[in-house]
């Protein structure tokens, strides 16, 4: 396997490592053993950090720091992460807002005949993002995953 199929191949294990380490995060917190969580945006740990953090990490390892491949790799890495704990998470919370604000409105609705509300099928999908620290997780996950891939490699 050349060594951008290696990089790909580490960057998407690490992604699939991430999902499914969701399975067991969610357990701990909730004490329910959840299989669907290997599906779910958000949670600990991020996915998306993972496969940038372990993508960077593994041209790192070949290439050195001072490439330019590595400095693409963790500026398009860092951009991944603070999107994921920054504008994907904050929208999660306005989803959750409107939720909420339907559930109200639903409910004063049924005190007022003549005020007519149609509620949605289907909520807002609320877990988009992630906190920093599960930012944090999934990017020392990727580094750990990239660097071993490097070293295993050769």
């Known amino acids: 396997m050349n060594k951008m199929n290696r990089g790909i191949a580490t960057a998407l294990s690490a992604i699939g490592i991430a999902q499914a380490l969701k399975i067991v995060t969610h357990k701990r917190v909730h004490g329910v053993w959840d299989v669907k969580q290997v599906a779910t945006t958000g949670g600990m740990p991020s996915s998306h950090s993972a496969g940038v953090a372990a993508l960077a990490s593994y041209i790192a390892a070949n290439k050195g720091s ?89």
């Open 66 to 154: 001072r490439h330019t491949e590595t400095a693409l790799a963790v500026i398009f890495g860092v951009i991944v992460m603070y999107d994921a704990q920054g504008i994907r998470r904050h929208t999660g919370e306005i989803a959750q807002l409107v939720n909420d604000l339907e559930d109200n409105v639903a409910q004063i609705s049924g005190d007022f005949p003549s005020l007519e509300f149609v509620e949605r099928e289907k909520e807002l999908k609320e877990l988009l993002g992630h906190q920093p620290v599960e930012v944090l997780g999934g990017a020392l996950l990727g580094i750990a995953l990239g660097y071993t891939s490097a070293r295993i490699e050769g």
